[in-house]
């Protein structure tokens, strides 16, 4: 168990629709990553905040957004679903935004758009 | 550009020494991660290295070498159970950590 809580497990929706993520980071860590992870694609990181701040942003699309919360936990909003959204979506969490710490993985959340 | 290579694949035997290369290429680089991932489960920290050399932590080490752009990841005594992909993140300038692909290790008794 690497301490953090991502809910809900597993999502099914259809196209167009908006769905919300949640993660709670292990307790004490700072920051917290998204990311998105398809068959064809590994492991991509959409964003990165710490302590409430945006710090770091990757390939994330305009349709996405995010935020952290002043207890630190994350938000992951996912809106006009296509087809292709479709992935296995992790949470992730460090001590501090830095990346000489090791991430720990949530159990993610996975999305299936009909 | 970023760029991190792993072979796609590998079997090895039960008890057996198997050894996963990684290469890349990235804007500016803040250290190497290794992590395990057993099929529709989240990713598990392995090792880290920032320095030039070899860390060893149980059955597992990790390689690094900051010149040549190459890092592997080394399992000794092999279990069926390490059968996972194992990936290679690199911590980039931009503060981001940028996943390879991953190898497929099987492990055969």
């Known amino acids: 168990d690497s301490g953090v809580t991502q809910t809900p497990k597993h999502l099914i929706t259809a196209t167009g629709q908006r769905v919300t993520l949640r993660c709670s980071p292990r307790s004490g860590d700072l920051s917290v990553y998204w990311y998105q992870q398809s068959l064809d694609q590994g492991l991509q990181f959409l964003i990165q905040y710490y302590n409430g701040e945006e710090r770091a942003k990757g390939n994330i699309l305009e349709r996405f957004s995010a935020q952290q919360f002043p207890d630190l936990h994350s938000e992951l909003n996912l809106s006009s679903l296509e087809l292709g959204d479709s992935a296995l979506y992790f949470c992730a969490s460090s001590v501090d935004g830095g990346g000489n710490q090791p991430q720990h993985f949530g159990d993610g959340t996975r999305l299936s758009i009909l | 550009g970023q760029n991190i290579d792993q072979p796609t694949e590998m079997t090895a035997t039960e008890g057996a020494i198997v050894q996963i290369n990684c290469t890349y290429q990235t804007s500016g680089f803040n250290g190497l991660f290794w992590y395990q991932q057993h099929a529709g489960e989240a990713p598990t920290f392995l090792s880290y290295?920032?320095?030039?050399g070899l860390e060893e932590k149980g059955r597992f080490s990790s390689f690094l070498s900051r010149s040549k752009g190459y890092s592997y990841l080394l399992l000794k005594e092999l279990q069926m159970k390490d059968s996972a992909s194992y990936l290679c993140a690199v911590h980039n300038q931009g503060g981001k950590l940028i996943f390879g692909q991953g190898t497929e290790l099987s492990v055969k008794p």
């Open positions: 290295n920032v320095l030039d």
